[in-house]
């Protein structure tokens, strides 16, 4: 049998310094998340098909990993944790008083066509407010993806938000059917409003909300553009719809993140459990957004409980590619390197438990005799060690600063 010693499409091994500073930028995210008051949870990888199923609105059955398990039941790759996430609070928690405040950090896997060239697996860490259906609850979210965008080095970024009952009221008003309004959403998703001008023109479709699409692209921006969307609201959930997303700005303002805000009325979710506000966070260097969430109040009725939430996740991935692009520095730990011999390795392992003992990283290599200091110097460089320390039989150590390649010896004398 061939051995397959690459990676499936799709997937990929990340190593040595990408990982550190993957690793680093989840732990600063995870402390804006702790700051919150927010509690760690781990769901299962996979989970059983019903979790994902259609009605739950997350994505297609087709791009989902699925298997069976020896009693012949179907299984699926998480595609999305926050129906997980969903499930084990409506049954975990069934008992406990609401809210909750839930984060989490996993992979999660969709199986998309191979023509997209994006990742099937992906890393998110995510927040869900479950039990809290108000606008503090709906600002409280928002800030965290703010703060924690800003904790991790980006400086350029926006958060575009929408609200699905504005968008909903104006495919209610249309008339059409549900395989016309499925192809307009699609085509808005796509930024296609030519294609969305045409079938309203085919269609019976009044005037006036045929010039309310027809504003829709104009619908994005700072927050004075709700005025604009209040006086072309279809409906009165369209009006409260806008009403919600001003109230919701007014709060951000105290807490300082109305810079980073936009509104976009066009929006429409890419999960169909979404009921309330929607948002999306982009910055440049990805053609993606780097977070995505949104209000699902009927999502853990699927499991059983009544309970409104609301919840985002970010696409760790993204970000990653984000940061690289715009060449934020990610500050990783150092490492320091102890080279030493046969003689002076009681030495040598006497000064790396110090060091430890102090909170410092450091790698000891035993040196061959055929070795040279420049061999070392080369593998730390390598390894991205910052300083190494070259422990000599007569007790003398070459102090080298592996970035500069400045060296300094000092006699340590017994």
Not at 66 to 80: Q, Y
Not at 83 to 95: G, H, K, Q
Not at 189 to 205: A, M, Q, T
């Amino acid at each position: 049998m061939e051995k397959k010693l690459h990676t499936p499409e799709g997937v990929r091994d990340i190593y040595n310094t990408e990982c550190k500073r993957k690793l680093k930028v989840q732990d600063n995210l995870h402390e804006v998340l702790r700051d919150y008051g927010y509690q760690d949870i781990q769901t299962p990888t996979f989970e059983y098909f019903d979790v994902f199923r259609e009605e739950i609105g997350t994505i297609s059955s087709r791009e989902l990993y699925k298997f069976f398990d020896r009693d012949g039941n179907t299984l699926v790759l998480r595609p999305d944790i926050t129906p997980s996430i969903a499930r084990a609070a409506a049954t975990l928690f069934e008992t406990e008083d609401f809210p909750l405040r839930l984060c989490y950090t996993g992979s999660t896997f969709i199986n998309h066509s191979s023509y997209q060239g994006r990742l099937k697996e992906n890393t998110q860490m995510g927040a869900e407010l479950i039990g809290a259906d108000s606008i503090e609850a709906d600002a409280e979210m928002l800030a965290m993806v703010v703060d924690g965008l800003k904790k991790v080095g980006l400086k350029e970024f926006q958060v575009n938000i929408g609200h699905v009952d504005y968008i909903q009221s104006l495919m209610d008003a249309t008339d059409l059917e549900k395989n016309e309004k499925a192809e307009i959403h699609q085509l808005i998703s796509n930024r296609n409003y030519f294609g969305v001008e045409e079938i309203l023109d085919n269609k019976n479709v009044k005037q006036n909300i045929k010039e309310a699409f027809h504003i829709l692209p104009e619908l994005m921006g700072d927050v004075e553009i709700l005025d604009t969307a209040l006086e072309i609201a279809p409906s009165i959930e369209a009006r409260h719809a806008i009403s919600h997303l001003q109230q919701i700005y007014k709060l951000l303002t105290l807490y300082g993140v109305e810079e980073h805000i936009t509104f976009d009325l066009s929006m429409n979710g890419s999960y169909g459990y979404y009921t309330g506000i929607i948002f999306r966070a982009y910055t440049y260097g990805t053609g993606d957004a780097v977070v995505r969430g949104g209000r699902y109040n009927h999502l853990l009725e699927k499991f059983g409980e009544n309970t409104p939430s609301i919840g985002f996740a970010i696409i760790i991935d993204e970000l990653m590619s984000a940061l690289g692009r715009q060449k934020i520095p990610v500050e990783t730990s150092h490492t320091n390197m102890i080279v030493y011999t046969e003689a002076t390795q009681k030495w040598a392992i006497a000064l790396a438990r110090d060091f430890r003992a102090k909170g410092r990283c450091v790698e000891m290599q035993k040196r061959e005799e055929e070795d040279t200091k420049e061999y070392y110097m080369s593998y730390g460089k390598r390894t991205q060690a910052i300083s190494m320390l070259y422990l000599n039989d007569d007790l003398t150590i070459g102090m080298i600063n592996l970035l500069t390649g400045e060296e300094k010896l000092i006699n340590a004398g017994r």
